[in-house]
């Protein structure tokens, strides 16, 4: 079993940027596969990005692409998503996830962080 626990996010202006980190416990980070996902208010859980186990592969939403990037740290047992040109419509809680597959569809992932407000104002 692993704990998941989301921080940096926060309020920034369009065009800015801002990196949300998402620190493991109770096991080795590397022994999965991590996600970002995120929810807007009224909206359902979306997929945002995907790291293989070693982080040499990644995958994003074509909402993100060229604009978000997802890395890993396993001796550190994080993974980050940094954030650039931000816009409005990136408004959402951002959660984290580990799954054992590698997988863009959430019910694949076991894990979820607490999640962490990212708010874009224009």
């Known amino acids: 079993q692993v704990q998941l626990v989301e921080s940096g996010g926060g309020l920034v202006q369009a065009g800015g940027s801002l990196r949300v980190s998402c620190v493991a416990s109770g096991r080795t980070l590397s022994s999965y596969v991590m996600g970002w996902f995120r929810q807007a208010p009224g909206k359902e859980r979306e997929f945002v990005a995907v790291?293989?186990?070693?982080?040499?592969?990644?995958y994003y939403a074509d909402s993100v692409k060229g604009r978000f990037t997802i890395s890993r740290d396993n001796a550190k047992n994080t993974v980050y998503l940094q954030m650039n040109s931000l816009k409005p419509e990136d408004t959402a809680v951002y959660y984290c996830a580990a799954s054992a597959t590698y997988d863009t569809d959430s019910s694949g992932y076991r894990y979820w962080g607490q999640g962490t407000q990212v708010t874009v104002s224009s």
């Open positions: 790291i293989n186990w070693g982080g040499s592969r990644q």
